[in-house]
């Protein structure tokens, strides 16, 4: 099946810097990637929609201008915490559908985002 | 989208068959079924998806009866390793939709 990767698997950062996130799509395009979130012992949490050339879709209560989106390429999406605080520490999540493939969206390994 | 509702955990022994359940009574028409197991601190994975009656693949069955208002995630023979958490969700085919999440079922699976 079509696999997605993301890097760094897990990060520590400081209050107040930013922390990149990468989502790659391996062995497809994904025009269109998710990015959720996953505090722990709760579910996932869609934060936005990204768009390959256009400007993500964030849901309800998301700010976009904390969590920058910027899907530059067929196979790659970033996800930047802007100014991250302690509450942004939790388990970030980006998926996306193989073209070619089925219905179904694949999903990347997460990353572990520590605030200290 | 169709909200569903799944029991918050269940418990099995090695060896035994699985059945998990899920109601999704707002099921639209152009809605598919599709579950997901999660491990601890890693993503979704794809288990199987359906639109009606039943679809079978190498690790599960899925059965959703004539009014498609709930489907079944039936596990043959689990084992240790089959202790996760397990998502239903309910989204159009297309796979460009957004996916909503529940609460999913912790399932355990002791020796």
């Known amino acids: 099946g079509a696999v997605v990767s993301q890097h760094p698997s897990w990060v520590i950062c400081k209050s107040g810097t930013s922390v990149k996130i990468e989502c790659r799509s391996l062995?497809?395009?994904?025009?269109?990637m998710f990015w959720y979130r996953q505090f722990p012992k709760q579910s996932l949490m869609l934060m936005a929609t990204?768009?390959?050339?256009?400007?993500?879709?964030?849901e309800q209560g998301v700010e976009k201008d904390k969590f920058l989106i910027n899907h530059a390429s067929l196979t790659l999406s970033t996800l930047t915490v802007t100014s991250a605080h302690p509450e942004d520490s939790s388990f970030y999540i980006c998926?996306?559908?193989?073209?070619?493939?089925?219905?179904?969206?694949?999903f990347g390994p997460g990353t572990r985002l520590t605030v200290t | 989208l169709a909200k569903t509702t799944q029991p918050i955990s269940m418990d099995s022994y090695e060896g035994q068959e699985v059945n998990i359940t899920c109601s999704h009574n707002n099921i639209a028409t152009n809605d598919y079924i599709t579950w997901y197991q999660q491990f601890p601190s890693q993503g979704p994975r794809f288990i199987i998806q359906?639109?009606?009656t039943k679809v079978t693949n190498e690790v599960a069955s899925l059965f959703i009866p004539a009014d498609r208002k709930s489907s079944t995630l039936s596990l043959p023979r689990v084992s240790l390793s089959d202790t996760a958490v397990y998502y239903c969700l309910v989204a159009p085919g297309s796979g460009y939709s957004t996916l909503t999440f529940g609460k999913g079922t912790m399932l355990l699976v002791s020796p």
């Open positions: 990204s768009n390959e050339g256009s400007k993500a879709t964030y």
């Open positions: 359906g639109y009606k």
């Open positions: 062995d497809f395009q994904a025009t269109t």
């Open positions: 998926s996306a559908r193989d073209p070619q493939g089925a219905y179904e969206q694949y």
